[in-house]
């Protein structure tokens, strides 16, 4: 086989530029750092930094995630916080309505600010988060979900779907809370649910009408009794007499006050009953003169406090020769009593305490959770690193390694290239 110096040229050039090449992948690697700048430099090696990316972006998505959720947690944790410090303000407003120093006026000033709490209570309710998002609306993130109507109601426009976000591929974390259960369906102490809104509706209602009623009424050996019934029914209360106390159950149809009259007679609680002549006015006498009481009142149909009580007893105590003795005594339902609100509080106290609860429980899962994704990233990290971090020293040696040859290689086509004929026939 002939080789002429044609084709001698041009497979010396062919093979410094395939060295020039290879000198120039291996500049890229050492100025990058990456030992792989093309899937052709290690075809296994780049399947798995495809697959490892794919896993960091997800691990990246999962801490975003559990930002998120931390964040709306906070938020839903600090509008229950402030709830349950308008509940304390309420406990202590209802403690000082129920003293008796308190005129009309007085417990007015206490109902306003009481008013006031149903609307930062409605507020804390419709609080959104740093997209905009309603917390409290379920899945309607968009729509306000508590507003009023015209009569004052307020009304709850969300559904009772709870949000999550994804922190793993195998679990969800709950980031908001049923807003109709929470606001909507408190556990009252009587086993029923009541709203938070009815709840200091009845607040400040019971606290209005205390001026105008009783716990307890009293009298001394002989009182006069009529009633106010706009809720036929059962009726019961607490009477107490000098044979202790009886509790006395009527089904009232009516004013007739003639089965109030007959319970009484058969309680046996040392006290008479007789209807006067107005056929309206039950005279009520201990048969030893001694202290009437009546409480505990309760009427059916009446089972939260009312903006205008509806059904009640008027009370005169009198003395032996008929003469009234102080002013007229009004008993309202226990549901109107501010004292009955109380057990009312208590039970919002615990309903957001368990809310609260829950949400620390979630709060700390998040905190483990933020840990292990860290763990997971810092691992793929160093995979990453372990296919895709070039070995300098490595590099370094191998560029200068083939600099050498190269060099070699083209002093020795030069010597070459200049032979010719010429030179044998000197």
Do not use: C
């Amino acid at each position: 086989m002939q080789i002429s110096s044609k084709l001698f040229n041009q497979q010396q050039l062919k093979q410094f530029s395939s060295s020039t090449e290879e000198l120039q992948d291996l500049q890229n690697k050492i100025a990058s750092g990456e030992n792989i700048l093309r899937a052709s430099d290690d075809p296994v090696g780049s399947v798995e930094l495809s697959g490892l990316s794919v896993v960091q972006k997800q691990i990246e998505q999962y801490e975003r995630n559990v930002g998120s959720a931390s964040d709306r947690l906070t938020l839903l944790d600090k509008n229950l916080e402030n709830i349950s410090s308008i509940m304390i303000r309420a406990q202590e407003l209802i403690i000082q309505a129920s003293s008796d120093t308190l005129g009309a006026s007085d417990r007015e000033v206490i109902a306003l600010e009481v008013d006031e709490m149903k609307k930062e209570i409605m507020n804390a309710g419709n609080a959104q988060d740093s997209n905009g998002s309603f917390l409290f609306s379920g899945y309607k993130t968009k729509i306000q979900p508590f507003t009023e109507d015209l009569s004052g109601k307020i009304i709850y426009n969300g559904d009772r779907g709870i949000s999550s976000l994804s922190i793993s591929e195998s679990r969800m974390m709950e980031t908001t809370l049923d807003g109709g259960s929470l606001f909507q369906s408190v556990n009252n102490s009587d086993g029923n649910k009541i709203s938070l809104f009815t709840m200091i509706e009845d607040i400040a209602h019971s606290i209005r009408s205390a001026s105008g009623g009783v716990e307890i009424v009293k009298a001394s050996g002989k009182a006069e009794l009529t009633f106010q019934n706009n809720n036929p029914g059962s009726w019961s209360f607490d009477l107490t007499g000098n044979l202790g106390t009886k509790t006395i159950t009527v089904e009232s149809t009516g004013e007739d006050p003639s089965e109030f009259a007959k319970q009484i007679n058969l309680s046996s609680a040392g006290i008479t009953a007789s209807i006067n002549e107005d056929g309206k006015t039950i005279t009520l006498t201990d048969t030893t003169n001694g202290p009437i009481t009546i409480k505990n009142l309760s009427v059916y149909g009446i089972n939260s406090a009312q903006k205008e009580p509806t059904s009640f007893f008027n009370v005169q105590p009198k003395d032996g020769a008929g003469n009234n003795i102080g002013k007229m005594q009004k008993l309202y339902d226990n549901n109107q009593l501010p004292s009955s609100q109380l057990d009312k509080v208590v039970s919002t106290q615990i309903h957001l305490a368990n809310n609260r609860g829950e949400i620390g429980a979630r709060t700390s899962s998040l905190e483990r959770q933020t840990d292990l994704l860290a763990n997971r990233r810092l691992a793929v990290e160093k995979n990453v690193s372990d296919l895709k971090e070039a070995d300098l020293a490595a590099l370094v040696t191998n560029l200068q390694s083939m600099l050498t040859s190269m060099q070699a290689s083209q002093q020795s086509f030069v010597k070459i290239s200049q032979l010719n004929l010429f030179d044998y026939l000197r």
